[in-house]
């Protein structure tokens, strides 16, 4: 089945979305005020612990002052400095369980899997913003004149803030961290690499949140993005708006960020993907500079891929 372009055309499909003349500079700022966070966490002892490795939850002051929700699972003996990997989850469930976790502490990692605020998770949602909040995060803060409101920016600073209390842990080597994510946190690892670029190793896995105008376009209402289709049928219906809300968008698209990434890239998409289809990912992986290879399953879509959980181990066991 062909839902988009053909290969050829996507290895050189550079996206279709405007980028805001100031992105540079939208996302210094919430850096800066990122840096002046204190890296000060809460631990408070999990439920589930084993011989070998002990887990937590991990609460830290986000942006904005909500409360973030992060697990934490670390090997309980450590022979000086070993390597991190961040976790990001999939669009409104939460950071999972704790067995794969395990499997990485394991054999030596740190890892800290993050709740998206107000999801599936434990993250406090405190942002207030003037507007609709229909049906989803994407459009959240659209409305508000001050685009620091925009729902993603927060936990797009949330992934930094993230890693950076990871690296600062005891035990952790902060040159020998890792990002993974599946969707909507393939999309988030790949904005933490950029914004982290001493990250070392990132595998993004069929990443959500890219290349909205081309989503559109694509007319995919069934999919994670129909809420900006809700939004111009309630709120833009003769798309007076169009150029602006798209432009908007632009400073929560993870395609660009991706110029900024210095981590060795694993790429993952499925070539029916219905969900986030084919040429949003390459819009994002087509910009990225550094090291990277882009693995292709051809029959699948949004869903479980063979073999994948293996191959995203072996490459954090290189770092």
């Known amino acids: 089945m062909n839902i988009d372009m053909p290969l050829s055309q996507l290895k050189e499909y550079m996206g279709s979305s405007p980028k805001p003349t100031d992105f540079d500079q939208y996302w210094e700022r919430g850096l800066n005020e990122l840096g002046q966070r204190s890296l000060d966490y809460e631990l408070v002892p999990a439920d589930l612990q084993t011989n070998e490795v002990e887990c937590f939850h991990l609460y830290f002051k986000g942006v904005g002052g909500a409360k973030v929700h992060c697990k934490l699972v670390r090997p309980k003996k450590m022979n000086g400095s070993g390597p991190g990997v961040v976790m990001f989850h999939g669009y409104s469930v939460d950071s999972g369980d704790w067995l794969d976790k395990i499997a990485y502490a394991s054999h030596g990692f740190t890892v800290l899997a993050l709740d998206c605020r107000g999801q599936g998770g434990l993250s406090e949602d405190n942002l207030v913003v003037k507007g609709n909040t229909l049906r989803g995060h994407i459009i959240r803060g659209l409305d508000d004149p001050n685009s620091d409101s925009l729902y993603y920016r927060q936990v797009f600073l949330d992934t930094v803030q993230t890693v950076k209390v990871l690296m600062s842990m005891d035990g952790v080597d902060p040159d020998r961290i890792g990002a993974f994510g599946i969707s909507q946190g393939g999309a988030l690892a790949t904005v933490c690499a950029a914004l982290e670029p001493r990250i070392k190793n990132l595998v993004a896995i069929y990443p959500f949140l890219s290349d909205y105008k081309r989503v559109w376009d694509m007319d995919m209402n069934n999919s994670a993005y129909a809420e900006i289709a809700e939004y111009f049928r309630h709120f833009d219906p003769h798309h007076e708006r169009e150029e602006e809300i798209f432009t908007k968008l ?42 990277k290879e882009m693995l292709l399953y051809h029959e699948f879509g949004h869903e479980f891929l063979p073999h994948l959980s293996d191959k995203a181990f072996k490459r954090f066991l290189t770092l």
Not at 250 to 267: C, E
């Open 250 to 291: 632009g400073y929560i698209d993870i395609q660009n960020f991706a110029d900024r990434i210095k981590a060795k890239t694993l790429w993952v998409t499925g070539m029916i993907d219905e969900i986030c289809p084919p040429s949003s990912q390459f819009a994002a992986y087509n910009k990225i500079t550094s090291e």
